[in-house]
C-alpha cells in the first residue's frame, strides 16, 4: 500500500544541497541549524503564552470568568486562543525562515495526498501505533482533563485549525526545511521530535511524536500536505468524541474492561504496528540510498 507509485515522480531534494551564488561559487545551507530548531518552537510555544494571557485579560475586562465560562464560552476562548496564538506563530516562524536565509515552499499539495486506500492504512496505522503505545504512556504523568469547551467553535479548532497550521508548520516549513538540507530520515525523525516537543506534557509528546511519525512518513511519500491534515483531523475527531463522551482520560485497557479482549485487540495492533512500520523504514531507507547515489554522480 505504502509502495504503491505515483504517476508524477518526484526527485528527491539533496542533502547539504550547494546552489551557485551571483560570483557563481557554490553555497551549502545552514537552515535549519539546531538553534534555528530551538528558535522556532520558541516562537510556536511563546506565543502560546502571549495570546492566552491577552486573550484571559480581554475575558476578565469584558466581565466574564475564565473559570466560570459556559461550555460554549469556553469552546469560544479555545477557538480565540489556538488561532490568536498558532496563525501569528506561523507567520512569524516563516518570517524568521527567511531571515535566516531559508526558502522554499511552506508546503506541497497534490491529488496523491487523497488516496482513500493510503488514508484508510496510516488511520488504521496511527491506532494501532496508539494502542502498542500504552503501556509506556500508563507510566507517564496524565495530564490536565482539557477544557475545549463544546459547540461548533471548539470542534472547528480542533478538527480544522489544529490540523491546518500544525501541518503548516511542522510537516511543511520543518520537515521540508530539514529534507533539504539534512535528508529524508533525519528530517522524518526530527521533525516528528519537533511536532511532539510542541504538545508540551510528557505523555501528550510521546503519543504526538509517535503520530508524527506517520504523518511525517505519508507526507514524505506522497508530497501532498493533504493526507496528514486529514489524518490529523481523524485523530483530533476521535479524541474529542472520547472526551465529550467522559473517557477522554482512560486508556483503552480501561475502556474495554475485558483483559482476554484487549490481549486480542493488543496482538493485532502490534502486528499491524510492526509489519507497517517495516514498510516505512524500507521504504524511506530507499529514499535514503537514492539520494545518496544521485549525490554520489
Known sequence: MTDKKRTEPVSEPQPSEQRPDAAGMPVRKTFPTVGDLFAMLGIALGMQVVAGFLLTVAFVAAGWTIGELTPRQQGVFTALAYVSSMLPAYLLVLYYRRMRGGSGPVGRFSKCGLDPVLLSWGFLFMMAAGVVCEPLLSLLPVPPDPNYGRGIWAMLTLVVAAPVLEELLCRGVVLGALRERCGVVVAWLV????????????????????????????????????????????????????????????LLSETIGNGILYTI?????????????????????????ETEKESRV
Open 265 to 289: 485487540i493488543y496482538i493485532g495492533a502490534v502486528l499491524v504496528t510492526l509489519v507497517s512500520a517495516w514498510k516505512v523504514w524500507r521504504k524511506l531507507r530507499s529514499l535514503k540510498e
Open 191 to 250: 521533525s516528528s521530535l519537533f511536532f511532539g516537543v510542541l504538545h508540551v506534557h510528557p505523555m501528550l509528546v510521546v503519543n504526538a511524536f509517535v503520530i508524527g511519525l506517520i504523518l511525517g512518513y505519508i507526507y514524505i511519500v506522497t508530497e501532498s500536505l493533504w493526507a496528514p491534515m486529514v489524518l490529523h483531523a481523524l485523530n483530533n475527531a476521535a479524541a474529542y468524541l472520547m472526551l465529550m463522551t467522559g473517557r477522554g482520560d482512560l
